[in-house]
């Protein structure tokens, strides 16, 4: 693993929730840019809460989370939105897409908070277009879903594909998946991912993907375990 070029560290990271049940205690986790992480354990073991740690919409209760060496702590709410909207992309358990928009306008959601991101997909509203067809593509969706089908009305095989390609235009440094797969079939769960993989690939976009299936664990670069038991504090 390079270390001159760190995606993520994670440093005595420790979470507890208000009501005191449960926390999270993580060992300190690092990442090189362009790896691929599996994250895994039962529920409840706290894998979306690392996520949302991950991705700054939690604070930690002690502890530290650095994505491309910068600190969330040491950052304002506005320019953690602004760092989140630059170098990360989010694929939620739910998809999270509007269902009356199409899904080449869901896609460009992705880069719309994000000058970074957009001139990464092209600049222009066009080339931005081509770009998110071309996602959409290469995820296995068919050209004639693209533009005319709002996308509330495809199944949820094709919506995982809109929910990938918007958490991944304009390449993102880290994308986040949270067992975005848990509705498919094996046999669909494992294309989808081999496709999903070689995007990142092409973006050199490094993966933290959570999921309680550890039959998925073969298509990651490497492995990580959540205990299932709560942690005193
Ligand atoms: N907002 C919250 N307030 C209080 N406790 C919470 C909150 N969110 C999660 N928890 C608790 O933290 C623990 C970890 O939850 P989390 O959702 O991170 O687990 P998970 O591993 O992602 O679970 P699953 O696989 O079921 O999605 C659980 O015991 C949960 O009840």
């Not at 001159?4 to 507890?16: D, E, K, N, S, V």
């Not at 992480?37 to 502890?63: I, R, W």
């Not at 869901?106 to 001139?119: F, H, I, Y």
């Not at 092209?122 to 005319?148: D, I, K």
Request: hydrophobic share 45%.
């Amino acid at each position: 693993m390079s270390t001159a070029q760190p995606l993520l560290r994670t440093r005595a990271l420790r979470h507890f929730w208000p009501d005191g049940g449960h926390a999270l205690a993580l060992e300190d986790l690092a990442a090189a840019r362009g790896e691929s992480l599996f994250l895994h354990g039962p529920s409840g073991s706290g894998k979306s809460t690392l996520l949302g740690l991950l991705a700054g919409v939690l604070a930690p209760s002690s502890g530290d989370v650095l994505i491309l060496d910068t600190s969330f702590s040491s950052m304002s709410a506005a320019a953690r939105d602004r760092f989140r909207a630059n170098h990360l992309g989010y694929i939620f358990q739910q998809f999270n897409l509007l269902p009356f928009l199409t899904p080449i306008e869901n896609v460009l959601l992705g880069c719309a908070w994000s000058a970074e991101r957009r001139k990464r997909a092209g600049g222009t509203h066009v080339r931005m277009a081509a770009e998110a067809q071309r996602l959409l593509s290469s995820l296995g969706l068919g050209a004639h879903v693209w533009s005319r089908t709002k996308t509330g009305e495809l199944s949820v095989g094709q919506q995982q594909r809109v929910a990938a390609a918007r958490a991944l235009i304009g390449g993102p440094a880290l994308l986040l998946a949270d067992e975005p797969t848990s509705a498919l079939d094996a046999s669909s769960r494992d294309a989808f991912l081999k496709l999903l993989l070689e995007e990142c690939a092409i973006y050199g976009t490094g993966v933290v993907f959570v999921s309680h299936d550890l039959a998925l664990a073969r298509h990651f670069d490497r492995t990580v375990a959540l205990a299932s038991a709560p942690v005193e504090s």
